[in-house]
Protein backbone atom coordinates (compact mmCIF):
# COMPACT_ATOMS: atom_id res chain seq x y z
CA UNK A 1 0.00 0.00 0.00
CA UNK A 2 1.39 3.71 -0.52
CA UNK A 3 0.53 6.93 0.81
CA UNK A 4 0.69 10.07 0.11
CA UNK A 5 1.58 13.72 1.57
CA UNK A 6 1.34 17.40 0.44
CA UNK A 7 4.05 20.00 1.76
CA UNK A 8 4.50 23.56 0.55
CA UNK A 9 8.01 24.39 0.78
CA UNK A 10 8.89 26.91 3.37
CA UNK A 11 11.25 30.51 3.04
CA UNK A 12 13.31 29.55 6.17
CA UNK A 13 13.91 25.76 4.44
CA UNK A 14 15.50 27.21 1.07
CA UNK A 15 19.25 28.45 0.87
CA UNK A 16 20.80 31.59 -0.64
CA UNK A 17 20.27 30.31 -4.03
CA UNK A 18 16.28 29.94 -3.44
CA UNK A 19 16.41 26.11 -3.93
CA UNK A 20 15.40 23.43 -0.40
CA UNK A 21 18.40 22.19 1.08
CA UNK A 22 19.63 18.52 1.20
CA UNK A 23 19.02 18.41 4.75
CA UNK A 24 15.88 19.60 5.16
CA UNK A 25 14.72 17.79 1.85
CA UNK A 26 15.91 14.67 4.07
CA UNK A 27 14.28 15.61 7.53
CA UNK A 28 10.63 15.91 4.97
CA UNK A 29 11.69 12.49 4.08
CA UNK A 30 12.02 11.04 7.66
CA UNK A 31 8.91 13.12 8.65
CA UNK A 32 6.36 10.65 6.00
CA UNK A 33 8.11 7.82 7.21
CA UNK A 34 6.95 8.94 10.64
CA UNK A 35 3.76 9.56 10.12
CA UNK A 36 3.05 6.49 8.08
CA UNK A 37 5.09 4.11 10.33
CA UNK A 38 2.57 5.94 13.31
CA UNK A 39 -0.44 5.58 11.08
CA UNK A 40 0.38 2.15 10.58
CA UNK A 41 0.79 1.74 14.32
CA UNK A 42 4.31 0.48 14.34
CA UNK A 43 5.54 4.12 15.07
CA UNK A 44 7.84 6.06 17.61
CA UNK A 45 4.48 5.91 19.88
CA UNK A 46 3.87 2.41 19.86
CA UNK A 47 7.70 1.10 19.86
CA UNK A 48 9.14 3.69 22.77
CA UNK A 49 7.28 2.26 25.37
CA UNK A 50 8.45 -1.47 24.23
CA UNK A 51 12.32 0.40 25.18
CA UNK A 52 12.49 0.62 21.33
CA UNK A 53 13.37 3.19 18.47
CA UNK A 54 13.55 3.28 14.53
CA UNK A 55 17.05 4.05 13.42
CA UNK A 56 17.92 4.95 9.67
CA UNK A 57 21.16 3.21 8.72
CA UNK A 58 21.06 4.13 5.04
CA UNK A 59 19.57 6.58 2.36
CA UNK A 60 20.08 7.21 -1.02
CA UNK A 61 18.22 10.17 -2.71
CA UNK A 62 18.33 11.16 -6.56
CA UNK A 63 17.01 14.87 -7.46
CA UNK A 64 16.56 15.98 -11.13
CA UNK A 65 15.04 19.09 -9.18
CA UNK A 66 15.22 20.93 -6.22
CA UNK A 67 12.02 23.04 -5.20
CA UNK A 68 11.52 26.66 -4.33
CA UNK A 69 9.81 29.05 -1.70
CA UNK A 70 6.33 27.84 -2.13
CA UNK A 71 6.26 25.06 -4.14
CA UNK A 72 4.06 22.65 -3.34
CA UNK A 73 5.45 18.80 -3.25
CA UNK A 74 4.04 15.29 -3.00
CA UNK A 75 5.78 12.70 -1.46
CA UNK A 76 5.00 8.80 -2.39
CA UNK A 77 6.12 6.63 -0.22
CA UNK A 78 5.76 2.46 0.57
CA UNK A 79 7.66 -0.34 2.58
CA UNK A 80 10.23 -2.37 -0.18
CA UNK A 81 10.76 -4.84 1.90
CA UNK A 82 10.91 -6.01 6.06
CA UNK A 83 14.16 -8.41 6.01
CA UNK A 84 17.31 -9.62 7.61
CA UNK A 85 16.62 -7.14 10.75
CA UNK A 86 16.14 -4.41 8.11
CA UNK A 87 12.91 -2.16 6.23
CA UNK A 88 13.37 -0.88 3.17
CA UNK A 89 11.08 2.03 2.55
CA UNK A 90 11.06 3.72 -1.02
CA UNK A 91 9.65 7.40 -1.87
CA UNK A 92 8.83 8.93 -4.89
CA UNK A 93 8.91 13.25 -4.67
CA UNK A 94 6.27 15.17 -7.47
CA UNK A 95 6.28 19.12 -7.93
CA UNK A 96 2.47 18.97 -9.50
CA UNK A 97 2.38 15.98 -11.79
CA UNK A 98 6.12 16.16 -12.36
CA UNK A 99 8.29 13.51 -11.24
CA UNK A 100 11.47 15.20 -9.15
CA UNK A 101 12.92 12.90 -7.36
CA UNK A 102 12.84 9.51 -5.63
CA UNK A 103 14.48 7.44 -2.63
CA UNK A 104 15.60 4.64 -1.13
CA UNK A 105 16.13 4.03 2.71
CA UNK A 106 17.05 0.96 5.26
CA UNK A 107 15.65 1.05 8.76
CA UNK A 108 16.27 -0.77 11.56
CA UNK A 109 14.51 -0.97 15.23
CA UNK A 110 17.14 -0.30 18.17
CA UNK A 111 16.87 -1.84 21.49
CA UNK A 112 17.57 1.77 23.74
CA UNK A 113 18.77 0.11 26.80
CA UNK A 114 21.19 -2.60 24.91
CA UNK A 115 21.78 0.16 22.10
CA UNK A 116 21.62 -2.91 19.43
CA UNK A 117 19.41 -3.52 16.66
CA UNK A 118 16.97 -6.22 16.94
CA UNK A 119 14.53 -8.03 14.49
CA UNK A 120 10.67 -7.59 15.38
CA UNK A 121 9.00 -7.77 11.92
CA UNK A 122 7.52 -11.11 12.72
CA UNK A 123 5.37 -9.02 14.98
CA UNK A 124 1.66 -8.69 14.13
CA UNK A 125 2.18 -5.13 14.06
CA UNK A 126 3.38 -5.37 10.80
CA UNK A 127 1.65 -7.75 9.02
CA UNK A 128 0.42 -6.30 6.12
CA UNK A 129 2.58 -3.59 5.39
CA UNK A 130 4.52 -4.64 2.42
CA UNK A 131 3.66 -3.07 -0.90
CA UNK A 132 6.82 -4.49 -2.40
CA UNK A 133 7.17 -2.29 -5.18
CA UNK A 134 10.70 -1.90 -6.27
CA UNK A 135 12.81 1.14 -6.77
CA UNK A 136 15.83 0.48 -8.85
CA UNK A 137 18.71 1.87 -6.95
CA UNK A 138 22.09 0.19 -6.69
CA UNK A 139 23.43 0.45 -3.19
CA UNK A 140 26.83 3.16 -3.97
CA UNK A 141 29.84 1.41 -1.73
CA UNK A 142 31.73 4.27 0.39
CA UNK A 143 35.39 4.31 0.50
CA UNK A 144 37.82 5.52 2.84
CA UNK A 145 39.49 9.10 2.29
CA UNK A 146 43.35 8.23 3.43
CA UNK A 147 44.28 12.09 1.87
CA UNK A 148 41.16 14.27 2.22
CA UNK A 149 40.60 17.66 0.37
CA UNK A 150 40.30 19.48 3.84
CA UNK A 151 39.16 18.92 7.34
CA UNK A 152 36.70 20.34 9.43
CA UNK A 153 35.84 20.02 13.16
CA UNK A 154 32.21 19.75 14.47
CA UNK A 155 31.29 19.09 18.19
CA UNK A 156 27.61 17.75 18.73
CA UNK A 157 25.83 20.73 20.21
CA UNK A 158 22.05 20.27 21.97
CA UNK A 159 20.63 21.22 18.80
CA UNK A 160 21.67 18.59 17.04
CA UNK A 161 20.03 15.82 19.45
CA UNK A 162 16.96 14.23 18.81
CA UNK A 163 14.45 12.42 21.20
CA UNK A 164 16.80 9.20 20.67
CA UNK A 165 19.80 11.28 22.51
CA UNK A 166 22.00 10.94 19.98
CA UNK A 167 22.72 13.21 17.03
CA UNK A 168 19.92 13.98 14.78
CA UNK A 169 20.14 11.97 11.01
CA UNK A 170 19.68 15.24 9.33
CA UNK A 171 22.64 17.09 11.12
CA UNK A 172 25.07 14.98 10.14
CA UNK A 173 24.84 15.98 6.64
CA UNK A 174 24.16 19.48 7.65
CA UNK A 175 28.19 19.06 8.95
CA UNK A 176 28.85 17.81 6.05
CA UNK A 177 27.49 20.75 3.62
CA UNK A 178 28.84 23.37 6.15
CA UNK A 179 32.47 21.99 5.50
CA UNK A 180 32.25 21.71 1.81
CA UNK A 181 29.16 22.69 -0.11
CA UNK A 182 29.30 21.34 -3.89
CA UNK A 183 27.69 23.49 -6.45
CA UNK A 184 24.92 21.08 -7.60
CA UNK A 185 22.56 24.08 -8.17
CA UNK A 186 20.19 23.31 -11.47
CA UNK A 187 21.80 19.68 -12.01
CA UNK A 188 20.73 16.28 -11.25
CA UNK A 189 21.97 14.89 -8.33
CA UNK A 190 22.35 11.95 -6.19
CA UNK A 191 23.09 11.52 -2.81
CA UNK A 192 23.76 8.31 -0.75
CA UNK A 193 24.48 8.85 3.30
CA UNK A 194 25.46 5.73 5.67
CA UNK A 195 24.91 5.72 9.26
CA UNK A 196 27.36 3.88 11.46
CA UNK A 197 28.02 5.19 14.84
CA UNK A 198 25.92 7.24 16.89
CA UNK A 199 27.19 10.43 17.73
CA UNK A 200 26.32 11.72 21.67
CA UNK A 201 26.40 15.25 23.10
CA UNK A 202 30.03 16.59 23.35
CA UNK A 203 31.36 14.64 20.88
CA UNK A 204 33.91 15.94 18.50
CA UNK A 205 33.30 14.92 14.82
CA UNK A 206 36.11 15.65 11.82
CA UNK A 207 34.75 16.20 8.75
CA UNK A 208 36.72 14.49 6.07
CA UNK A 209 36.10 15.60 2.51
CA UNK A 210 37.22 14.89 -0.54
CA UNK A 211 36.33 16.46 -3.92
CA UNK A 212 35.82 14.16 -6.85
CA UNK A 213 35.56 15.09 -10.38
CA UNK A 214 31.97 14.18 -10.33
CA UNK A 215 31.17 15.66 -6.85
CA UNK A 216 32.15 15.24 -3.23
CA UNK A 217 32.81 12.12 -0.84
CA UNK A 218 32.72 12.81 2.94
CA UNK A 219 33.78 10.43 6.07
CA UNK A 220 32.67 12.17 9.70
CA UNK A 221 34.67 9.93 12.08
CA UNK A 222 34.69 10.48 16.06
CA UNK A 223 37.62 11.06 18.28
CA UNK A 224 38.59 7.67 18.05
CA UNK A 225 38.95 7.39 14.47
CA UNK A 226 35.52 5.61 14.19
CA UNK A 227 33.11 6.75 11.15
CA UNK A 228 30.24 7.79 12.55
CA UNK A 229 28.87 8.65 9.03
CA UNK A 230 29.55 8.66 5.40
CA UNK A 231 28.19 10.69 2.09
CA UNK A 232 28.69 10.80 -1.71
CA UNK A 233 27.12 13.17 -3.68
CA UNK A 234 27.26 12.63 -7.37
CA UNK A 235 26.69 15.53 -9.84
CA UNK A 236 25.51 14.85 -13.07
CA UNK A 237 26.25 16.90 -15.89
Known amino acids: MKYSYEYKIKYQEVD ?14 LEVAGTVADELDFGIARLHPMGLTWIITRMSIEMYELPAPCDTIRIETWIESDAHMLSTRDFRIYKGDTLIGQCKSVWAVLDMEKREIVNIFDHPMFDGA ?3 EVIDMPRVRMTTIPEPTGVVAHTVV ?3 LDYNKHCNSCKYLQAMLDAYLPDYYGKPLRLDINYSKEAMLGEILQTNYLITDDGVQYQLKNEAGETSCSAKITINE
Open 158 to 160: YSD
Open 16 to 29: DKKKLRLYDLENYL
Open 130 to 132: IDG
